[in-house]
């Protein structure tokens, strides 16, 4: 059945009217009105907007499953549907599902997770580049990406080319990472996972290749780690890599002290927050769709966040069941949990869940029109057609489904119970029984209606323990699947929510909450009457400052009659917490052996995995950090992450480096190099074109020449001059004189001579202090920051002052966190460098300048 989606009506509305609307419909949340105006309100190319409000995009959600119902017994209605989505209050799709349902101007995939790979049968130059193409194809229809590189053979191995040996594996992550970086996902930018086995020889500098700047920036990377390795580290044992892993008759094996590897590690992890652990005999043991691993269902990786490990070329939609509405009287000693309504909704979200796949089977076979249609040559489009096809059949034959939750810590507290006490654990993972459980008889009862995925074989599942915990839990629910089938091969996982929290209103996934009070800051013109002034900046720029609630403990306030509209005093902010159910309960506070305890008892119920991160604070050790992973494994988990406060921020440069970061050697070379390759950046100081030259050594900014493109003594280059070399001489008086050389199309070399005086000599005096603090190693937001703190009386020199910046800000390390600057769209301080941009990482909005 093709999709019946048009526009009824052409009726459009400007940003404002939209924001407006939003903002009303949030109750004067600007955050979620504007969060959801810019990701998910229904947008042409144009920016045309045609809906208002989050009602208007339910209802298109709402029509769009409906009709897909239609094709089965006992549909579900448009206004049943409706009922339970809107408002964000029960079933919440999320990402793709959200943007994409009912969308014809988007040749988009609903998925929100893939996984490519080619089953280790290729590490061929073909193999991997193929694998490059579609993990492009693919991030350009929306969906994030996840591919495994244990395949590729190890660094040194022979190869029958002309390189003679292999590179191994690094560079393949780079390349990977720098494709995720060109895509564009309308505004976002791709997402990837890429992993590798601890078998694997190369495994240790896959672990170490995000410790230098600059490398692998547009990937998440995680290590699979077997349960044999995990028992060397335990009893201080060495532990053989082979090559192809785990091969019963490898080309190549190396004996490693496994706590070497293991201590290194849990020192980038404590160091970076990355990599990621999987425990993959604890993924593969427990999965079920790798009972069909012999037709194809063989797990390899995991999407981009982890919480859905996959084989190659499936993918998965995802949904949540917010939590906390299903608390009756919250804050109140009558609280308690409505299993029943929650019970009843399971059955609508797997329908939903399963209607999405047939919307997704529609969006692939538009994608494959628009294929077929694209002027290319059969051979161009060769790839990226079979990818979907691909695609295309894992989606039919298997049906994944992937239904989450969100607002655990928010339902927690709404009971009065303490996230992360005993309590806490045992009533939330009764939660997720109940979720596993019924989720599994929804997808029976649906098998009944509708048929079974078309491989489902219960003689290969008998042992899954998964199943057999189902067969524990619910007899009559096990033997009726063996007679029915299950119409999905997989259904539960946890995601995090993200944005999706903004819109619900509540904390996000499985976390708590991250800070249930905390203060903001605006800024503030003094004059205008009625403006109170709490904070006056170092450039005499006045803010006020005000407090910001958490929804769901602001509604705890309003409960017991507490003033909200109070500005508290810091003192009065503690005293309030203390009062409250999130006392002890937020992110920082919960006791990091009671949270992976915790995870580990809910992935019992969960046969996907569970996108989690452990906080700690910015003090803890690295003992610590290898105890919690060890922890993890012991209880169940199937992956996890941590971060300590501030370690995503500095220059990282080795593992072994154990220097101060704000004093770390910058390992230039003493004497400037005659030539340095160098970046020509581009852009503008309000309508003045300006151009940078930054010399570049070991990926690195070295030194930098800023000034205006068409000032008497400007430089003219062509627009297609991207890059370059930056030669130094003496001229004939013995003076430094740096020239730029670039070659023009056909080849020819064209020297720009004398970048020290083309430019305004006062920019060049500052540009000679900015370049001895590059060269002296301070990490690049560092130098930005020095940058905006010089008090300059100047006009020419604040734009020039603007104009480095912009050059520089592009060199900083992705997730970098931004000192002393406030988001202008939401006045958060939370921001961080993105690809030389400031985004907000609680709006989302994000400001290149």
Known sequence: MKSKTVISHQKTYSREEALKAANTYFKGDELAASVWLNKYALKDSLDNIYEKSPDDMHQRIAKEIARIEQKYKNPLTEKEIFEVIKNFKYIVPQGSPMAGIGNPFQIASLSNCFVIGNNGESDSYGGIMKIDQEQVQLMKRRGGVGHDLSHIRPKGSPVKNSALTSTGIVPFMERYSNSTREVAQDGRRGALMLSVSINHPDAEDFIDAKLEQGKVTGANVSVRIDDAFMKAVKRDEKYTQLYPTFSKNPLYSKEIEATKIWKKIVHNAWKSAEPGILFWDTIINESVPDCYADLGYKTVSTNPCGEIPLCPYDSCRLLAMNLFSYVENPFTDKAEFNFELFKKHIVIAQKMMDDIIDLELEKIDGILVKIDADPETDNVKATERNLWLNIRKKAYEGRRTGIGITAEGDMLAALGIRYGSDKGNEFSTEVHKILGVETYRASVNLAKERGAFSIFDSDREKDNPFILRLKEADSKLYYEMLEYGRRNIALLTIAP?????????????????????????????????????????????????????????????????????????????????????????????????????????????????????????????????????????????????????????????????????????????????????????????????????????????????????????????????????????????????????????????????????????????????????????????????????????????????????????????????????????????????????????????????
């Open 497 to 849: 929510t993200g944005t999706t929290s903004l819109m619900t209103q509540t904390s996000s996934g499985i976390e708590p909450v991250f800070m249930p009070v905390y203060k903001r800051r605006k800024k503030v013109n003094p004059n205008d009457k009625g403006v109170r002034v709490d904070f006056v900046d170092e450039v005499g720029d006045s803010w006020e400052e005000y407090v910001v609630f958490h929804h769901r403990f602001k509604q705890w306030m309003q409960v017991n009659n507490i003033d909200t509209t109070k500005n508290f005093t810091q003192k009065e902010i503690d005293e309030l917490v203390k009062k409250s159910p999130y006392y002890k309960a937020t992110s920082n506070d919960i006791n990091w052996v009671s949270k992976v305890t915790m995870q580990g008892a809910i992935q019992k119920w969960v046969d996907h995995s569970i996108s989690v991160t452990v906080n700690l604070p910015n003090d803890v050790t690295e003992d610590l950090v290898g105890e919690l992973y060890l922890k993890a494994w012991e209880v169940g988990c199937k992956g996890v992450t941590v971060y300590r406060d501030g370690s995503r921020s500095g220059v990282l440069i080795s593992a072994d480096d154990k220097s101060d970061e704000k004093t770390i050697n910058s390992g230039f070379p003493k004497k400037r190099p005659t030539e340095l390759e160098a970046d020509v950046v581009r852009f503008q100081n309000q309508k003045e074109k300006w151009i940078a030259f930054v010399g570049i050594f070991d990926n690195k900014p070295y030194e930098i020449f800023t000034g205006l493109v068409d000032d008497e003594d400007g430089i003219l280059i062509p627009r297609s001059v991207e890059n370059g070399l930056i030669i130094k001489s003496k001229d004939e008086k013995g003076v430094s004189r740096y020239d730029f050389q670039y070659k023009n199309k056909r080849g020819y070399k064209t020297t720009i001579e004398g970048l020290s005086h083309k430019f305004n000599p006062e920019f060049w005096n500052y540009a000679k202090l900015i370049s001895g603090t590059l060269r002296h190693g301070m990490p690049i937001d560092k130098v930005i920051d020095l940058i905006q703190s010089l008090q300059l009386n100047s006009e020419s020199i604040n734009t020039w002052k603007n104009g480095v910046q912009r050059a520089l800000k592009r060199y900083v390390e992705d997730g970098t966190k931004a000192k002393g600057q406030t988001c202008d769209n939401c006045n958060s301080t939370d921001l961080i460098y993105q690809e030389g941009c400031l985004t907000c990482q609680e709006c989302g909005s994000s400001k290149c300048g």
